[in-house]
């Protein structure tokens, strides 16, 4: 391959620059220009999918390097100059949405165009422009629109992502406000219970609460337990995860004694349903002698945590030291002395040490 790509360079058909991990090896404009002219259209609407899809493996392959960014935007907007109408697919309607809605809504593109196009919008809020990523949405959903029409999965997955970067470029509450309206139509489509709208309705409740609506988070979260436990068992994770998040919003809406007596019940819940043997820590290790703990462990800690603090604001902090020292131990034994979670509750434990 080396050898290949050197013999190219000296051609002067490529530019290689070997020091250079994101733009390693370029192409010269005119032979791409040549190349590409010259195939059959079925040839080029292959090569166009084929071409989309090496730049969506790149992005996964990138994570949250800045420096990729300018590189795929560029040759994103090349390719849509070149072949845009290849790399949309025939949009299925209501019937389809309905059939497939399970499957995009789990992190899958929906049908309709290449996953690409939601891969750079990611890409955009992940390394720091979540503006840059709304607008990228934006155009998304109205070219969808213009296209399919507003019933199909790329108009209402785009319009979801143009909600959360929304939320995340600061817009906090017009975040929540999306999220109310795509949760009315929601359930109107699929009814209450579905998981498509328990999604939505959690955004709703975090973006509320991001926005400084504690009581409306906390209604938010309060129904969606509510609906939770009437389609899940009351050990289901996401019941779990839900009974923490209401705990939290509870608290900081002013109600710190219930928000603590909520986070003791769910300690004791987890407890009930999380491996007991040997403890937190499983019997593997992983590199550098680092335990392996049981994720449950991790939600156990946090309930502790929440149980201590709000115990605290309720107006004991006797009872909150006495509470995270315990914690403190238990986690500098299973996760160390600088884990962020043993740090954070030796913070806690200073401060309720302080307020007795």
Not at 196 to 213: M, P, Q, S, V, Y
Request: net charge neutral; with cysteine.
């Amino acid at each position: 391959m080396t050898a290949a790509l050197r013999m190219l360079d000296g051609l002067g058909l490529i530019v290689r620059t070997p020091a250079d991990p994101v733009r390693m090896v370029r192409v010269h404009p005119v032979l791409q220009r040549v190349t590409y002219e010259a195939l059959p259209a079925h040839r080029a609407q292959s090569l166009a999918w084929t071409v989309a899809s090496v730049l969506a493996e790149a992005a996964n392959a990138s994570g949250d390097d800045p420096a990729f960014m300018p590189v795929l935007l560029r040759a994103f907007d090349m390719l849509r100059k070149r072949a845009e109408p290849d790399l949309w697919t025939t949009a299925s309607r209501r019937d389809a949405f309905f059939a497939s809605v399970d499957i995009f809504f789990a992190n899958d593109t929906p049908a309709g165009v290449h996953p690409l196009f939601f891969r750079v919008g990611e890409a955009l809020g992940i390394t720091g422009q979540p503006a840059a990523a709304c607008g990228h949405f934006e155009w998304l959903m109205g070219e969808a629109l213009r296209r399919h029409g507003p019933e199909t999965t790329v108009a209402v997955r785009a319009r979801e992502r143009l909600a959360h970067w929304r939320g995340e470029a600061g817009d906090a509450a017009g975040a929540a406000a999306a999220y109310a309206a795509i949760l009315d139509e929601e359930i109107r489509s699929f009814g209450p219970h579905h998981e498509i709208t328990f999604t939505t309705r959690a955004a709703l409740g975090r973006w509320r609460g991001r926005a400084g609506d504690a009581a409306g988070a906390a209604t938010a979260y309060a129904q969606l337990l509510t609906l939770q436990q009437h389609k899940h068992s009351p050990d289901y994770p996401d019941v779990f995860e839900t009974r923490a998040q209401l705990a939290h919003w509870q608290g900081e809406s002013g109600d710190a004694y219930g928000a603590a007596m909520a986070y003791e019940a769910l300690m004791h819940d987890l407890l009930r349903v999380t491996p007991q043997r040997g403890g937190p820590t499983l019997p593997t290790e992983t590199f550098a002698g680092a335990v392996t703990v049981h994720p449950n462990w991790f939600a156990v800690f946090d309930a502790h945590h929440g149980h201590a603090h709000w115990r605290g604001r309720a107006g004991d902090p006797a009872g909150a030291a006495t509470s995270f020292r315990y914690l403190l131990d238990e986690q500098i034994r299973v996760l160390g002395p600088d884990h962020p979670r043993t740090r954070a509750t030796r913070e806690e434990l200073a401060r309720w040490t302080n307020s007795r």
